[in-house]
């Protein structure tokens, strides 16, 4: 199986972090992938997309 992560950073060494409290990291702290290419792409081009526009500020 391939598993894609849409960054702009490499992430080497990946962190497991146990859920605490009921807390579900559902889009927060943490380290998402997914199987589908697609999606991982285009989480990145509009990561770089946001980081242009902090840069032309």
Not at 8 to 19: A, D, G, Q, W
Not at 32 to 53: F, G, S, V
Request: glycine share 8%; charged share 25%.
């Amino acid at each position: 199986m391939n598993i894609y992560h849409g960054s702009l950073e490499t992430v080497k060494t990946p962190k497991i972090v146990p859920r605490k409290n009921g807390h579900t990291c559902d889009f927060g702290l943490g380290f998402y992938a997914t199987t589908d290419y697609n999606q991982a792409e285009r989480w990145t081009r509009l990561r770089m997309k946001a980081n242009q526009n902090k840069m032309a500020l």
